[in-house]
């Protein structure tokens, strides 16, 4: 049995610039609705995570199995999946139902991953 073949750097730094982005886009949010303390928590909360996913090791079991899910399947189960991610990004931080850790991200991601078919 081989070994699948994944670039797990690749999709970390995928991962990073996804919220990287939705961290740039919360902390302009939080300065046009100033005294949204919702927002600006969102975005410190995307900091925080975009700093954890930069430090997390190549072998990290949560990147290696989401980057076989991201690099596997159909054209239609890696855009679902891309989109669920996204959605899961975008909640993250948020109280109405975000994740609000990196660890409770990560684990929400995997779990979309796995049901995107």
Known sequence: MTE???DIEAYRQQLVERLESMREFRSTEAEDSAGDERIAHAAEVLRRSVHEVE??????????ALAVAAESGDDHSRSRSIELQDHMIG???LDDGGTQTTDELLAALMKATSGAD
């Open 4 to 6: 699948e073949l994944v």
């Open 55 to 64: 430090a997390l090791p190549v072998d990290d079991a949560r990147l290696h």
């Open 91 to 93: 909640r993250h931080g």
